[in-house]
């Protein structure tokens, strides 16, 4: 873990001292911001409300709207890390200091995360406005935070291993973006296929089920266990794609 | 006493094709060594192999008596490095990236404003403290490099081409410094240029495609490997006198007015470039040339280095 903290800071600060976090943050906001205005004239027409597809759930995964950013965002997020270091050379004084491969990776990992989280912070004030309009069960709110930073962590994680995997942010971006649109389409194998093993994957894999039960305040483990190895994994194979530039 | 950097057969292998091919040498503590060879003779494959950046496809390299392989963060926190083409981060201000620099390196949080501004101080970039990284001139970004290999005070430098798109006097200001370094710094610096070793190096070590082809100081060198030059300056017919002394080798002349310039080769004894001056001198009197000046030439480590890395010698002068 030697160096984790000064990476860590540092990359922080490249994200919020270039214009990347600010214009990603800003897209995010908008976006979201066009989701909570269609989410808010739907409920508004509505005449039966229902307890367990309310405005909370709808956010958090009830519609495309909560996926198709990811898929774009978080490699846009993530592009950068590996990819610009390999480009300049600085990879090379950075890994020419005593610091450990895990350090970096996890400092890595951690900025981006932040930068993440960051982009979701503004949402809260949905949840805030939507208080105001009626009951918020803020264990409901907690959860589905916690699905945003499940499927977030995977998908940096994945995004953080493609960065180290290609040389240029273009096809590092691509690639996370393929690979998660690939995991995406996966978890609708779900209300597609026929019953049987495949579906049973596919139910698994489903991003989207994973946001419907946490939105909905059920937590069940075997989802965040998918989340926790779909994150180490890709970390594991970054952290020997650093081993491999110091001592190829 | 260990050596500060000892690189023990060091071979790096890329197919068939030997980039370093078995290469050893040592350098004591303190001591300012050149690392010489022309471009792609495999300095920067070497230097990247004992910073612990490229794996060797075998031998050893230690820095302080550690393996940069087995012990690589002592190996590391002994070094100072600087790449050769000073990859910086263009949108960090040169005391932030310097400050990053030393934490990384494990300046403590107390130690790190005068350990960034000593650096700054003795790579002379005081005036840029607060500039983006990326506005700055090849020969500052140079100079923020090396202020980065200091950061730490470390106790072995190892430099990568360090006056590359450098001004002549940066280029001055950063010999000086590596000569000052050296006694309690253990500085090792690659170039091509071979002034700069013989302005800043006490000792050289030669290499070419892959292999040490000599080792020395930068004068022994000299003396070992070129003939000495005569440097005469006459006027009038000088060219039959000249070819009458069978000692002397016609090298270059040139005309500068009604004088000529001309360059001869000598004899490698003493006592024969002796006897083979008189003969010159002697002949040219007699033909009634006018001497205007009779100066033994020195031979400059570029005309040594490429004696020594042209294909035939390589063999022969192998240390």
């Known amino acids: 873990m030697r160096g984790f903290w000064p990476i860590f800071k540092r990359e922080l600060f490249a994200y919020f001292v270039t214009p990347l976090a600010f214009v990603l943050i800003l897209a995010f906001v908008f976006w979201q911001g066009l989701h909570f205005y269609l989410l808010v004239r739907s409920f508004a027409q509505a005449t039966e409300a229902s307890i367990d597809q309310g405005p909370v759930q709808a956010f958090f995964g009830g519609d495309v709207f909560y996926y198709l950013p990811l898929i774009l965002i978080c490699p846009a997020i993530t592009m950068r890390l590996f990819a610009e270091e390999r480009r300049s050379g600085t990879i090379e004084t950075l890994l020419t200091t005593p610091v450990s491969s895990v350090g970096v990776v996890l400092a890595k990992f951690t900025a981006a995360m932040v930068a993440y989280l960051a982009m979701w912070a503004p949402t809260l004030l949905y949840i805030v406005i939507m208080k105001r309009a009626g009951d918020i069960d803020w264990r409901v709110v907690g959860t589905s935070y916690l699905g945003v930073l499940g499927v977030g962590a995977q998908y940096i994680a994945l995004g953080t291993m493609m960065s180290a995997v290609a040389r240029s942010q273009l096809v590092a971006l691509i690639l996370s973006s393929i690979v998660i649109l690939g995991f995406f389409l996966l978890g609708l194998g779900e209300f597609v296929l026929d019953e049987g093993p495949a579906r049973e994957l596919c139910a698994y894999m489903s991003v989207w089920s994973q946001m419907g039960e946490l939105s909905k305040g059920i937590v069940d483990s075997r989802r965040l266990v998918l989340d926790g190895s779909l994150t180490l994994f890709p970390l594991f194979v970054t952290n020997r794609l650093v081993d491999a530039w110091r001592w190829g | ?319």
């Open chain 2, 1 to 319: 006493m260990t050596a500060a950097i000892s690189v023990e057969k060091l071979t790096k292998r890329y197919g068939v094709h030997a980039a370093v091919d078995d290469v050893s040498f040592e350098v004591a503590r303190g001591e300012v060594v050149g690392f010489l060879g022309p471009n792609g003779a495999g300095k920067s494959t070497t230097l990247r192999i004992l910073v612990g950046f490229l794996g060797a496809t075998s031998g050893r390299a230690r820095i302080e008596g550690h393996d940069v392989v087995d012990d690589p963060d002592a190996a590391r926190s002994a070094l100072g490095y600087m790449p050769e083409a000073v990859p910086l981060y263009p949108e960090m201000r040169v005391r932030e990236y310097l400050r990053f620099r030393a934490e990384l390196k494990g300046v403590g949080r107390a130690a790190r404003v005068s350990a960034v501004g000593r650096a700054m101080d003795l790579a002379r970039i005081k005036d840029v403290a607060d500039t983006l990284i990326e506005h700055l001139s090849k020969g500052y970004r140079q100079r923020v490099g090396l202020a980065d290999a200091l950061v730490s005070d470390p106790r072995v430098l190892v430099l990568d081409e360090p006056t590359a798109g450098m001004d002549p006097n940066q280029i001055r200001e950063v010999r000086d410094l590596i000569k000052s370094l050296g006694g309690e710094h253990t500085v090792l610096l690659s170039t091509h240029i071979l002034p700069e070793v013989e302005a800043s190096c006490a000792r050289v070590v030669v290499i070419d495609k892959g292999r040490l082809v000599a080792e020395g100081k930068p004068g022994e060198l000299a003396r070992l490997r070129t003939p000495p030059r005569l440097e005469v300056i006459v006027r009038g017919t000088w060219k039959a006198a000249v070819a009458r002394v069978a000692e002397v080798k016609l090298l270059d002349s040139r005309t500068e007015g009604d004088v000529e310039h001309l360059t001869l080769e000598t004899p490698m004894d003493e006592d024969d470039r002796a006897t083979a001056a008189e003969k010159l001198v002697e002949a040219l009197v007699a033909d009634g040339v006018r001497i205007r000046s009779v100066a033994a030439g020195k031979a400059t480590l570029e005309e040594v280095f490429t004696a020594l890395t042209s294909e035939e010698k390589v063999e022969e002068v192998a240390t």
